[in-house]
């Protein structure tokens, strides 16, 4: 599994280099790649900070190219989010993870889905009903479908997001704001929206055990989250002792490489993992 995670990002780094027209050549081949089945979702476990358990499962989403291998979002979704596609794209992510959640429940996993939104799939105005559909379709309680939008979402047209963020609450879904830190979400925004959760953005989580500064601003950022009634996730950590730092600091859920990689739906619990119903 981390093979082919790791050849997957081989394939991407190789892929820079070649550049635009080849990039274009994939971008118009999505749609169809959408509709033939060729899109796969992998899934990256949320730990409690806490218990270490389970919480939550983000969907991040990979190309199964008939001939380039098994694509990482890096190779298609910045061009998508240029175009029409990525709508398209992230209703079927939606589709995908939310009946996924459905069946890992059903087998006694209790767990929700992250599914990534990007800014122009955030303002477009299918989004809502999308995100009830799937919700009602697999029968997901409230809270159970979680949407992570990035700050430039919000900043590119505050009083649309607002109201599509409380309406996507509405409906049921939990909002979480992804990278945060990299943008520049006034406290004022952040006090207005409706948001459930901050995820710490990986490069403080990454610097916080070496610089102090980075440590600082986790604290800074976590002690507001709470205050807010936000939930914290500290994104990135990849060792033990970064675990602890973030954990130590206030981090109430914690991802990254030192707990799992992203790896296809059937790999995420081993068949032995099914807890036993009372
Ligand atoms: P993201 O939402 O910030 O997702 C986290 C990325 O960090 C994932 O990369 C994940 O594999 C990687 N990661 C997780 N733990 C660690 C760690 O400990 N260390 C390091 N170095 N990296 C870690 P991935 O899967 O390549 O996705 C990259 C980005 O592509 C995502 O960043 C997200 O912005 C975007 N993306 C992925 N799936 C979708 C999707 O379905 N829709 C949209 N719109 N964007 C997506
Ligand atoms: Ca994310
Ligand atoms: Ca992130
Ligand atoms: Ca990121």
Redo the contacts with the bound molecule.
């Keep these: 599994v981390h093979a082919v ?1 790791d050849q997957h990002r081989v394939a991407v780094a190789e892929g820079a280099a070649t550049v635009d027209a080849d990039a274009l050549r994939l971008h118009a081949e999505l749609p169809a790649a959408v509709q033939e089945g060729q899109l796969r ?2 899934y ?1 476990r949320l730990v409690a900070a806490g218990t270490g358990r389970t919480l939550g499962l ?5 190309w199964q190219h008939p001939t380039r291998g098994l694509l ?3 190779a298609f ?1 910045p061009l ?2 240029r175009s029409h596609a ?1 709508v398209g ?2 209703h079927w ?1 939606l589709r995908t993870a939310a009946a996924q959640c459905a069946a890992w429940r059903a087998a006694g996993h209790e767990v929700s889905v992250a ?4 800014p122009v ?1 955030l303002g477009d105005p299918s989004l809502v009903n999308a995100v009830r559909r799937a919700i009602t379709t697999n029968g997901l309680a409230p809270g159970v479908l979680t949407l ?1 939008v ?1 700050e430039s979402a919000l900043l590119l047209d505050p009083e649309g997001a607002a109201t599509v963020l409380a309406a996507l609450r509405e409906a049921g879904a939990r909002v979480s704001i ?2 945060f830190g990299t943008g520049y979400t006034s406290l004022t925004m952040l006090r207005q929206l409706a948001v459930d959760e901050l ?1 710490i ?2 490069s403080f989580v ?1 610097a916080a055990p070496q610089a102090p500064a980075d440590a600082a601003i986790v604290r800074a950022l976590v002690d507001l989250a709470h205050r807010l009634s936000m939930h914290v996730v500290a ?4 060792d033990a002792r970064t675990a602890d730092l973030v954990r130590d600091l206030g981090a109430d859920v914690l ?4 707990f799992a ?2 790896v296809p739906a059937e790999e995420v619990f081993a068949p032995a993992d099914v807890p036993a119903r009372p």
């Design positions: 995670e979702v992998h990256q983000e969907a991040l989403v990979r990482g979002p890096c979704v998508a989010e990525i794209l992230t992510v599914v990534n939104v990007s799939v992570e990035t992804d990278d995820k953005d990986r990454v994104e990135g950590v990849e991802q990254g490489y030192h990689r992203p």
